[in-house]
């Protein structure tokens, strides 16, 4: 794959930040929500300058401050009601965790440097790194009902991870180092809460909104190119101290740094009822300003519990190993600037039937026959055409059938014929065998099919 992502609108403040200059750093917008900023306290009955302290802050040291200002000692009770002003930088920061809500196929986890073993349900905390392989997918769900998902080729590592005492406010900051991440982010509704997602070129800060960071290598330039698409919400980007809105249905990418609407999504051409095939083909319907197609495949709604993907130069979506069940499929489709468009999400069923068909030939004719093993009703349909193999010839046999059939035709013509069993289940879904060949000669009495 790899594909690729005008004008953005200048914007001051906005619901979420994307620093893509160089100049910006994790730490410096983390300072900007602690420093010169204060939250009034309001005193409690029995309450002193160091109970306070206790609970509230990292060090009870930096109560000595405050005790200065308000002309009181550390141990001396206060007054009911009296309004302390207190710092933010100094109250305490509290390490929480995520849980693995969901994972499958080769991840792993790093702690310092050392490789772990992640499992399902499994809490993560600052400092340690998750990496997704091929076929490796892991969805981490945070406190507030935040989900951050990662696919196949991924690499995070979760920098911060804390709450802050007394105010409550949260600190969520997660380094994407390669590949993607999707993340439906809860709104943060105090103005001193952040969540960050940061790439080694850019900075995403997010107030609640659903969108995608990617950190790929351009197919053109073969530089590093951070990309980000917002589904839903905003995003604001900070470009050379120029701050632009990125608003829900654009994207933009560090190369261009311009803001373009996202495809619409793909459709399936053939209509989706039940999947009967063992390895069912989903065709899409070609789109001109699609470089690439993204087919996404989970057994939730929600796409936390994701099973398969695949990024695909055509719009056939092959769906191998798959179980009889209900899925869902979500389908994208990326343009030329490397922007992953919008999404849009199909429920789909798989009941796997089977047919074993065979056929062969004698002297100026032939006999077909097939068995269809289900507790369903099925509908069967024996096809014969003459000579080439063509989904548009005219069949010159287009016999309907049950379950089993046994067919015997006479009077065939010496030559090459192709062939083939259609079987429909009425309650949906259907499998088509493709065409096989069978020769008819006066001189074989009997020749089975290829």
Not at 84 to 99: H, Q
Not at 352 to 374: C, M, N, R
Request: one cysteine or more.
């Amino acid at each position: 794959m790899f594909w690729k992502r005008g004008s953005l609108r200048p914007f001051l403040l906005g619901c979420a930040l994307l620093f893509l200059g160089s100049g910006h750093s994790e730490k410096a917008v983390a300072a900007h929500f602690e420093n010169h900023q204060s939250v009034e306290y309001i005193v409690e009955q029995g309450d002193t300058l160091s109970s306070i302290a206790q609970r509230y802050f990292d060090r009870i040291s930096d109560m000595e401050a405050i005790a200065k200002r308000a002309g009181v000692s550390l141990s001396q009770p206060l007054h009911a009601g009296f309004h302390l002003n207190i710092p933010k930088a100094f109250l305490r920061r509290e390490i929480s965790t995520a849980v693995v809500s969901h994972i499958s196929g080769p991840v792993s986890l790093f702690i310092h440097g050392k490789r772990g073993c992640l499992q399902q349900g499994q809490p993560v905390t600052e400092q340690m790194t998750i990496e997704t392989g091929s076929s490796g997918f892991v969805t981490l769900l945070l406190p507030d009902g935040s989900h951050v998902s990662m696919p196949s080729m991924s690499q995070i590592t979760i920098t911060r991870l804390r709450k802050v005492a007394l105010t409550g406010a949260v600190e969520r900051s997660f380094k994407l180092e390669a590949g993607h991440v999707r993340v439906h982010a809860t709104p943060l509704f105090r103005s001193d809460s952040y969540f960050h997602i940061a790439t080694p070129s850019s900075l995403t800060a997010v107030r609640g909104t659903d969108f995608r960071v990617h950190y790929i290598e351009n197919s053109k330039t073969h530089k590093k190119e951070n990309i980000v698409e917002v589904l839903e919400g905003l995003v604001t980007t900070d470009n050379h101290k120029i701050v632009y809105a990125v608003p829900g249905g654009y994207g933009t990418n560090s190369i261009e740094k311009l803001d373009f609407p996202l495809n619409t999504p793909p459709s399936p051409s053939n209509r989706l009822t039940i999947l009967r095939d063992a390895e069912p083909d989903i065709f899409l319907s070609k789109m001109p300003t699609a470089s690439v197609y993204h087919a996404e495949l989970s057994k939730d709604p929600d796409f936390s519990d994701l099973l398969s993907e695949s990024w695909l130069d055509n719009t056939d979506v092959k769906l191998q190993g798959l179980g009889d069940g209900h899925y869902y499929l979500r389908l994208s489709a990326v343009d030329n600037h490397d922007l992953e468009g919008e999404e849009k999400v199909f429920p789909i069923d798989h009941k796997t039937g089977h047919l074993e068909a065979s056929a062969y030939s004698f002297s100026e004719g032939a006999v077909f026959q097939w068995k269809i093993p289900d507790n369903e009703v099925v509908i069967s349909r024996l096809q014969v055409v003459a000579s080439k193999i063509s989904e548009t010839a005219i069949p010159i046999v287009d016999q309907l059938g049950g379950k089993t059939g046994l067919v015997k035709i006479s009077s065939l013509p010496e030559g090459d014929y192709s062939w083939r069993i259609i079987a429909a289940w009425p309650a949906g879904g259907q499998i088509i065998l493709p065409f096989r060949k069978l020769h008819i000669s006066g001189n074989n009495p009997m020749k089975k099919n290829e």
